[in-house]
């Protein structure tokens, strides 16, 4: 079983719908989790890191689940700039080898 | 402007003939690592280094070597590359010692071996 798991989706949502992504993880002494954004054949770039208090910025929200070893991201009124692979990774305590799923594709359309 | 680049964005070359990606960092960052990217695979980490001189390896490190004698410069050697390196690969570089230990990645180079 991969350490982090994501669903490859697509998901193809309409501008203005509300979407959220899960990924698992299986390592349970898991410290740190984000979520990047990459861009098609551009380098992944940080969205948001994920706290267990969850975070919000803007339209984003990012919450953990320790007790079920997931965490998620919710998408508001998406935007077609909002069309992306989104990236969860997530790095053990003392390790600095992290852990990338495989993604989470989003298409946005009219 | 702070920043993650690689040399060269785009590779053609043939099985054997040895190549040399460089990246190098002005953010004064501890942790550097490569990554190569397939499809269907993610990405996935080759090497890391924590440090000038320390380096180790990630989940996929045959066939590659890497370096580190300048905090600011890792580069990834293929000392005899072969079909299966065809990738996207990725440096990238983290500040230690912070909350965070976000991943500044740089554009990528897209390597082709025939």
């Known amino acids: 079983r991969k350490e982090v798991e994501q669903d490859p989706g697509p998901f193809n949502v309409p501008e203005g719908a509300t979407v959220a992504f899960n990924c698992t993880y299986s390592?349970?002494?898991?410290?740190?989790f984000f979520w990047y954004r990459q861009d098609c054949r551009k380098e992944p770039k940080l969205l948001m890191s994920?706290?267990?208090s969850g975070n919000e910025d803007g339209r984003f929200t990012a919450q953990l689940n320790r007790a079920s070893q997931y965490i998620s991201l919710l998408i508001r009124d998406s935007k077609l700039s909002d069309s992306a692979t989104y990236l969860c990774v997530v790095t053990s305590g003392g390790s600095y080898i992290p852990t990338f799923g495989r993604g989470t594709s989003l298409i946005v359309h009219p | 402007e702070a920043q993650v680049t690689q040399n060269p964005r785009y590779l053609i070359t043939v099985t054997g003939k040895k190549l040399t990606v460089t990246c190098s960092q002005n953010?004064?960052?501890?942790?550097m690592s490569w990554y190569r990217q397939d499809p269907g695979l993610g990405l996935r980490q080759i090497y890391y280094?924590?440090?000038?001189?320390?380096?180790d390896k990630g989940d996929v490190p045959e066939g590659y070597k890497v370096s580190r004698k300048e905090k600011r410069n890792f580069p990834l050697i293929l000392e005899s590359p072969s079909p299966n390196q065809t990738s996207l690969y990725f440096c990238a570089s983290t500040p230690l010692g912070q909350d965070t230990d976000t991943q500044y990645f740089g554009p990528g180079t897209r390597l082709t071996v025939l």
């Open positions: 953010m004064n960052h501890e942790y």
């Open positions: 390592n349970s002494a898991s410290q740190s």
């Open positions: 994920v706290y267990s």
């Open positions: 280094s924590m440090n000038v001189e320390v380096t």
